[in-house]
């Protein structure tokens, strides 16, 4: 190679590296600035739990409180074993529901997803139409109370959102991309459709797995609806339904005040209240999502990508 030709590799080679060092310094710097957009409402929902109720009502809710002030949180646990109570329904159900949900879920997702399972389609059919039609709340609730008798039970807030048909669509469509000839293999050598699934399958479809789980977690953990509908019992309240009561309580202890004439206390903690419950339940979730967090995109990326 001449010195003309070895120059102009070597500038083209520079140039090169220099556009990719450009595009990586502004690929950090978009993503740094777009994290910093992410966090900051949640600093903000921080910081205004820990502000007066007065001072957040004089000048808004601030990024840096200006009146430190706990009298949110000590409202919030002013029942400890209440809460913890509370927490203790909503983990229980969170854990047997989505370990319960996830199982189901692949299995039924793992049928369908054979090829040599000739009903497929007919059931596949069967799993959507209910994504179009339903029956209703009240004969829903009728069959709840009436002839399933699972009101005030423990069981009426895993049972109704154990399986989800847009979670095992999910499921179905990343079990599909697994290769046949691991099955068939597998067939070969005398294993049984249960073994094929819990030590081929299974371990193939972790990302997917971890994602559909978080999702499942995530709606047992928010749910306060079926609480609201089916209990009547505190020591059955979840998390989400206790608060929910709670902020309802004091809400409506304002405007009796109101309606009656009476000196309604500003600094009752009401609008601090409600970012101390964002919190309260928010917490234990956000532990737990940096754990999971890159099955949980790869999950994702290869369920759209294959599916």
């Not at 083209?12 to 777009?34: A, E």
């Not at 073994?195 to 371990?203: A, D, G, T, Y």
């Not at 990302?207 to 978080?214: M, N, R």
Request: net charge positive; proline share 4%; charged share 15%.
């Amino acid at each position: 190679m001449s010195t003309t030709a070895k120059i102009q590799t070597t500038k083209v080679r520079k140039r090169v590296n220099t556009d990719r060092l450009l595009l990586s310094i502004i690929g950090y710097v978009s993503l740094t600035l777009l994290a910093i957009f992410c966090i900051f409402p949640f600093i903000l929902v921080v910081s205004s739990s820990l502000s007066e109720e007065s001072t957040i009502i004089e000048k808004g809710f601030q990024l840096i409180p200006t009146d430190f002030s706990t009298d949110a949180y000590s409202l919030l646990f002013k029942y400890p074993a209440d809460m913890l109570r509370a927490y203790g329904v909503t983990i229980s159900v969170t854990l047997i529901g989505t370990l319960f949900g996830l199982f189901l879920t692949s299995m039924t997702a793992y049928v369908l997803s054979r090829r040599d399972f000739k009903w497929r389609g007919r059931f596949s059919f069967f799993f959507f139409f209910t994504t179009l039609f339903s029956g209703g709340l009240v004969p829903w609730y009728l069959m709840i109370v009436n002839y399933l008798h699972l009101k005030d039970t423990l069981l009426v807030l895993i049972l109704p959102m154990m399986m989800n048909v847009f979670y095992i669509i999910v499921m179905k469509s990343f079990m599909s991309s697994i290769p046949d000839a691991i099955t068939e293999s597998a067939k070969i050598d005398g294993a049984g459709d249960f073994r094929i699934f819990m030590q081929l399958i299974v371990p193939l479809s972790k990302p997917a797995l971890a994602t559909i789980g978080l999702f499942i977690a995530l709606a047992y953990w928010n749910d306060w609806y079926n609480a609201l509908l089916f209990i009547s019992k505190s020591e059955l309240m979840p998390l989400q339904y206790y608060l929910y009561k709670m902020l309802g309580n004091m809400d409506g202890m304002r405007k009796a005040m109101m309606a009656s004439g009476a000196v309604v206390n500003s600094d009752l903690p009401t609008e601090s209240l409600k970012m101390a419950m964002t919190i309260v339940a928010t917490g234990p979730i956000l532990l737990v999502y940096p754990f999971i967090q890159k099955y949980f995109v790869q999950g994702l990326t290869v369920g759209a990508v294959k599916g």
